[in-house]
Nanobody
């Protein structure tokens, strides 16, 4: 079992940067792939990024590629999402999630979810 708690959201100006953290607890954290998703009002939940259990493999949604970086530190049981060059369109609630096996862009494949952290980018 994995419990996830996101932090690091807030208000930032367009063009700025923010780093989200997801602290995980559970005896098998290092064996789980991790993902970040976001959801803005009136929109469907959107895949942002995923990282394999080892951290060696990452994937990104096209709109985030080049601006966002997902990473993990298994020794600290923490996953990060570094967000640079933020745009107002990035405004959303951001969620981290965990799943057994490889990463996935499909939220329904993730068994564990954090409570979310709000990111607001002003224009």
């Amino acid at each position: 079992q994995v419990q996830l708690v996101e932090s690091g959201g807030g208000l930032v100006q367009a063009g700025g940067s923010l780093r989200l953290s997801c602290a995980a607890s559970g005896r098998t954290f290092s064996s789980y792939a991790m993902g970040w998703f976001r959801q803005a009002p009136g929109k469907e939940r959107e895949f942002v990024a995923a990282v394999s259990w080892s951290g060696a493999t990452t994937s990104y949604a096209d709109s985030m590629k080049g601006r966002f970086t997902i990473s993990r530190d298994n020794a600290k049981n923490t996953v990060y999402l570094q967000m640079n060059s933020l745009k107002p369109e990035d405004t959303a609630a951001y969620y981290c999630a965990a799943k057994a096996g490889g990463g996935s862009q499909y939220p329904q494949t993730y068994a564990y979810w954090g409570q979310g952290t709000q990111v607001t980018v002003s224009s």
